[in-house]
């Protein structure tokens, strides 16, 4: 019989970049607006009664803040921060509006000709890498993993083992996440969005 452990995948809450709309991309510094703290601690209401083992969480600051409540609420929870988690590097989009774009998550997804930007195969790549932490480091752990827009599309098609050319685009609102459980074989299995 498979022995299943939780592994929660969330996005940020509303960062300033967010409010803005701007692709943040890079930029580890923009901190969360006042609704993204509101959020921040309604996500972690949510968790009040999981007993979460490790917060896996990107190195941007709206990820740490987002995060914090969470932290703040669980006794003896461990934080490993990895900056593999963090965003793509959209290049020259990096800081400009996504106003007027029809649908934002398919440019991301197609556009791969960004000046300077980091091409979706180094994004699988890093995607890769949690993957395989979740599954030879943190096995058995309930994980709580904090992340990024386009970073959690990316992931939830490495853990699904889907080719993220043939996946349904999509990203995760601000505060949500996807909740998979890990067998023992190493296998994640889609438990729920948002519950």
């Known amino acids: 019989m498979d022995i299943m452990s939780n592994v929660y995948l969330a996005r940020h809450t509303e960062s300033l970049n967010n409010e803005r709309k701007i692709f943040g991309g890079v930029d580890v510094a923009a901190p969360l607006t006042p609704k993204g703290r509101e959020q921040a601690e309604e996500l972690a209401a949510r968790f009040r009664a999981v007993s979460l083992d490790v917060v896996l969480c ?39 509006s996504y106003v007027g774009i029809h649908d934002v998550i398919y440019f991301l997804y197609h556009n791969e000709n960004r000046e300077c930007g980091e091409p979706l195969s180094a994004v699988h790549a890093r995607a890769t890498m949690i993957h395989r932490k979740l599954t030879d480091k943190l096995q058995g752990k309930e994980v709580f993993v904090m992340s990024s827009g386009f970073f959690t599309t990316v992931l939830c098609a490495v853990l699904e083992g889907v080719d993220i050319r043939y996946r349904q685009p999509h990203v995760l609102a601000n505060g949500h996440y996807h909740h998979y459980e ?4 190493g296998v994640f299995v889609p438990r729920g969005y948002n519950l």
């Not at 793509?88 to 800081?95: I, K, Y």
């Not at 890990?182 to 074989?185: E, F, G, N, P």
Request: proline content about 5%.
């Open 58 to 96: 990107g190195s941007a600051l709206r990820h740490i803040e987002t995060a914090a409540p969470l932290v703040a609420q669980q006794d003896g929870l461990v934080v490993h921060m990895d900056p593999n988690l963090n965003e793509r590097d959209h290049g020259n989009l990096n800081g400009t």
């Open 182 to 185: 890990l067998t023992d074989a």
